[in-house]
């Protein structure tokens, strides 16, 4: 995940947004469906194509349609088909979660393509991302958890809580159902971001390269 969708708004420290508040009113969100695929992918891209991790996990020859692809694959047809991308109504803002191992299997038609596609899309950048990715997962919580993989706000419509809006889904089941919920992220401003809903840093980590600094955050459900 980028610095794209960042808030710098969001004050550091546990101060925690409640963003299921009845009294207040927000954009419809909704889950996902195979006719979104295409937005999902034009909405991740505008918002992340200038992040720190587009930038060192994608070759330059191709990066936006590189980066489009993996949207496509990852975020829209993963998130369908497994009832776990929520964007909102018009999909300028979307979130793209992995569900806890063994609730909603992956197709195996999806699985093949994403195990097919994504070496081609890394491109030589193949290796380190592979490698950077198994660092990430030996660090993830050992518990089930939701895993969020995208996030992104079209510019034009920032600065309007679209964000927040599309997490709240998962956060709120993540409460009545006392789930985890865990990310990676590679910048401080998106740590920032997470720690308003919740998540705390549980592991510092680089990139098998040394380039990037990479935070693992967790969310623990807040008391019933």
Do not use: C, K
């Amino acid at each position: 995940m980028s610095g794209s969708w960042s808030n710098a708004g969001v004050t550091q420290g546990p101060t925690i947004r409640r963003i299921d508040d009845p009294d207040e009113e927000g954009p419809d969100v909704r889950l996902a469906e195979t006719r979104d695929v295409p937005r999902i992918a034009a909405t991740l891209t505008v918002a992340l194509a200038d992040s720190r991790w587009t930038r060192w996990a994608l070759p330059d020859d191709g990066r936006m349609q590189r980066l489009t692809r993996l949207h496509e694959l990852d975020a829209g047809h993963r998130g369908v088909a497994t009832a776990s991308t929520w964007v909102t109504d018009d999909v300028d803002a979307v979130a793209a979660w992995e569900p806890p191992a063994g609730t909603a299997p992956l197709p195996a038609d999806v699985a093949e393509a994403l195990a097919r596609e994504l070496p081609h899309i890394t491109g030589n950048r193949a290796r380190v991302v592979a490698e950077t990715a198994a660092l990430v997962g030996a660090a993830r919580p050992a518990e089930p958890h939701w895993w969020l993989s995208h996030l992104g706000v079209r510019p034009s419509a920032r600065r309007r809580g679209l964000a927040a809006a599309v997490l709240a889904p998962v956060i709120v089941r993540s409460d009545t159902l006392q789930d985890l919920a865990a990310a990676a992220v590679y910048s401080w401003a998106n740590v920032r971001f997470l720690r308003g809903f919740g998540f705390d840093v549980t592991a510092e980590l680089r990139t098998s390269d040394d380039e990037l600094p990479v935070w693992v955050v967790t969310r623990r459900p807040l008391p019933r």
